[in-house]
């Protein structure tokens, strides 16, 4: 089966910029999950979605940071303004099950540099 | 303080080598643990995952261990070949609650000829 895609790969900024960046999870998958890896670090969690609603999102900027999943497949996720801080991979991941605990399957990423 | 607490943080090994990869963490009580392999550039993929109630598991040259007792598991890496070098992370599931999984800083392995 297909895997996680996401687009850009790569993406350069200057800070006070706008960005989007884009995910399609695994056909049949209702959790999507948006990460935001800093370099040397494990994996936060932004924002996770069950089907089109918002599961939890306590840990996204909301100043600056927003999501949506509309009709509960692809989803975008969004900064703006960019600051310097924001350099990243952000990692879109889905998910069958909510219950199925822990099964979340991994996009390759997008590495945002802002400059 | 993270409650997945990784190390090394880095290792450089010879091709050939054994290694093994500590995870220690706090969540409690916690449904399932995970080692996930990060190649540069990619997403994590899971290598094993492990309930409460194992104490082993492998994945080829990759075996996991789970001492639920301290709360530690290990990773070892069996005969290391080139395409070994990447970040190792230790993922810890809660029982209940949030659907959030706990994630370790990782360990960045080399693998040298």
């Known amino acids: 089966e297909a895997g996680v895609a996401q687009s850009p790969r790569y993406k350069i900024i200057e800070k006070r910029q706008s960005v989007a960046f884009w995910c399609n999870p695994i056909s049949g998958h209702a959790t999507l999950y948006w990460y935001q890896q800093i370099l040397g670090q494990g994996p936060k969690l932004l924002i996770q979605?069950?089907?089109?609603?918002?599961?939890?999102d306590s840990q996204l900027p909301k100043d600056r940071f927003s999501a949506e999943r509309l009709k509960g497949v692809d989803s975008t996720l969004k900064i703006q303004p960019a600051k310097l801080e924001d350099s990243a991979v952000y990692l879109c991941?889905?998910?069958?099950?909510?219950?199925?605990?822990?099964?979340?399957?991994f996009g390759p990423g997008t590495r945002l540099t802002v400059t | 303080k993270n409650q997945v607490e990784q190390s090394p943080q880095s290792l450089i090994i010879l091709e050939g080598k054994n290694c093994t990869l500590q995870c220690n963490y706090t969540v409690s009580p916690f449904s399932n643990l995970r080692w996930y392999k990060q190649d540069t550039g990619r997403g994590p993929v899971s290598l094993t995952i492990m309930t409460f109630s194992e104490n082993t598991k492998s994945n080829g040259r990759y075996t996991a261990t789970l001492d639920a007792d301290t709360k530690q598991s290990s990773l070892h890496i069996t005969a290391s070949q080139l395409s070994d070098s990447a970040s190792y992370i230790c993922?810890?599931?809660?029982?209940?609650?949030?659907?959030?999984?706990?994630f370790g800083t990782g360990t960045r392995l080399t693998v040298i000829p």
């Open positions: 979605f069950q089907n089109n609603g918002v599961v939890d």
């Open positions: 993922v810890v599931t809660p029982q209940t609650g949030a659907n959030n999984l706990f």
């Open positions: 991941a889905s998910s069958l099950d909510p219950l199925d605990r822990g099964e979340q399957y």
